[in-house]
Each structure stands twice: as C-alpha cells, then as structure tokens.
C-alpha cells in the first residue's frame, strides 16, 4: 500500500504501534473508525493525514529494522512528516485513494501468515 506525494510513492504500513497509537487517539480500539467517519470533516481530513504520516513512518522504521538485522544499509528515503503532508496532500486526493490506501494497509496488517517447515526425522513422512 502506498501514499503518492509529488509524483513519489510512500509504502503504508500498519503495525502493533500504528493501532496502539490509532486506539489512543480514539480513545479505544474498537473506536478507530471513529477517527474517520466524524461529522466535523476538517477533524477526519486531519485525522487521516494524521493516520498516514503515521503509516509512513511505521514502514520507515520497519524497513530500517529489517535492514539493521539483516546486516543491510537503509537506502529509502524519509518520509514527509504530517504538516508537509498537509501542505503536498489535496482534499480531492484524501477522498479518492487515501482512505482506500489506509483500509487495504490495515486489512494487509491484519492477515496472519503460518509458515511450515519440513519435519525431518522418521515421523516425517506420517505428518505430511
């Protein structure tokens, strides 16, 4: 999932910090669509820049890690922080694809992911 800002692609990510910090902001996690569905629309245009300089940073520092275990350098660039994206972002742009973009980083956040690793042993080929 990716924001675009002047023409540049900024990966979404959404993390255990990234709900920690929506459900603070909503007061609790079942309250998170709360942030976006509010009836004071310059409050959930703020909340959902809000919400994506969050994101931005979250898959930032995601990389980073990964990079740093890996034994890699980090090589991506820095996302811009929430006034610069309240500055590049239009409001045509955070009605047509952000909410969107939040909704499909969420639902990709959510999935679980069960690797399986070959049993080695006599009772291998009975588990298969």
Do not use: H
Not at 66 to 91: A, I, N, V, W
Not at 95 to 116: F, P, R, Y
């Amino acid at each position: 999932m990716y924001i675009e800002a002047l023409g540049k692609d900024f990966p979404l990510c959404y993390t255990i910090a990234v709900q920690s910090e929506l459900a603070d902001k909503a007061g609790r996690l079942e309250d998170i669509q709360n942030l976006f569905d509010q009836d004071d629309t310059e409050k959930a245009i703020e909340n959902i820049v809000w919400t994506i300089s969050l994101m931005m940073t979250a898959a930032e520092s995601r990389e980073k890690v990964k990079c740093r275990m890996l034994g890699q350098e980090y090589k991506g660039e820095e996302p811009p922080t929430f006034d610069e994206l309240m500055l590049l972002l239009s409001p045509g742009e955070i009605k047509e694809s952000a909410m969107e973009e939040i909704s499909n980083a969420m639902k990709s956040g959510q999935k679980t992911t069960v690797e399986v690793k070959e049993e080695k042993g006599k009772n291998a080929k009975a588990t298969q």
